[in-house]
């Protein structure tokens, strides 16, 4: 039995003859390894809106090295009969990626899971002002929206003449807003973001102001 702990461990032996002759001391050494290696993606899981490469690294520390990961793209549990790891990973679909490593000692980590959304397509949504209404006498309005996506509604932007835009803010289903100055039709452009970031198409409404 080698001594308790990790690391390079040196067993002594010696030998003694019919004539109580005894050898020199020889050594050996191996090195102790029970700890299992440690793999991390990069990119780590999450949602993106263009084509994902992924990253396998492996890290043993101080033990005897990594010697293969394995890995899944199909969402199934990958053994040592699995794809093996060389090169970087590309999702191009939404993919689950499992995977593991093994180490020169035969240690093998537990499967870890990423789970990578792909996601291209921009959000749908509406607005109105003040439900749909035709005339207003103040400048002040409620904006009524909507947006719908795969994968979430992030963020929404504004605009009076689709030029300047407001700071893109969390998505809410109404918003106070403020038309531009002077009577006559207005026009609120909106804009939507996805959880992938993929920005929506121009969504606009118009009210007719009449201060007189």
């Given at each position: 039995n080698l001594t308790s702990g990790d690391g390079t461990k040196t067993v002594y032996a010696k030998f003694k003859d019919g004539a109580n002759n005894w050898s020199d001391v020889w050594p050996e050494m191996i090195v102790l390894d029970t700890t299992a290696p440690?793999?991390?993606?990069?990119?780590?899981?999450?949602?993106?809106?263009?084509?994902?490469?992924?990253?396998?690294?492996?890290?043993?520390g101080a033990g005897s090295g990594c010697d293969k990961i394995y890995y899944t793209t199909a969402g199934s549990?990958?053994?040592?009969?699995?794809?093996?790891?060389?090169?970087?990973?590309?999702?191009?679909?939404?993919?689950?990626?499992?995977?593991?490593?093994?180490?020169?000692?035969?240690?093998?980590?537990?499967?870890?899971t990423q789970l990578y959304t792909i996601d291209t397509i921009s959000p749908t949504g509406s607005i109105s002002i003040n439900g749909g209404a035709i005339y207003t006498n103040t400048a002040n309005v409620t904006l009524p929206l909507s947006c719908s996506d795969s994968s979430g509604c992030s963020q929404m932007q504004f605009s009076n003449d689709n030029t300047n835009w407001s700071t893109p803010e969390s998505y809410a289903s109404t918003k106070a807003w403020t038309l531009a100055t002077g009577g006559g039709?207005?026009?609120?452009?909106?804009?939507?973001?996805?959880?992938?970031?993929?920005?929506?198409?121009?969504?606009s409404a118009a009210i007719f102001v009449d201060r007189v």
């Open positions: 440690s793999t991390n993606a990069s990119p780590v899981e999450g949602v993106y809106n263009t084509v994902t490469v992924v990253t396998l690294t492996c890290n043993d549990t990958p053994t040592t009969s699995s794809n093996i790891y060389y090169s970087t990973i590309s999702v191009s679909v939404t993919t689950t990626l499992k995977y593991f490593a093994v180490d020169l000692a035969g240690n093998s980590e537990s499967v870890k039709t207005k026009t609120v452009y909106v804009k939507f973001k996805d959880g992938a970031s993929n920005w929506s198409l121009l969504y």
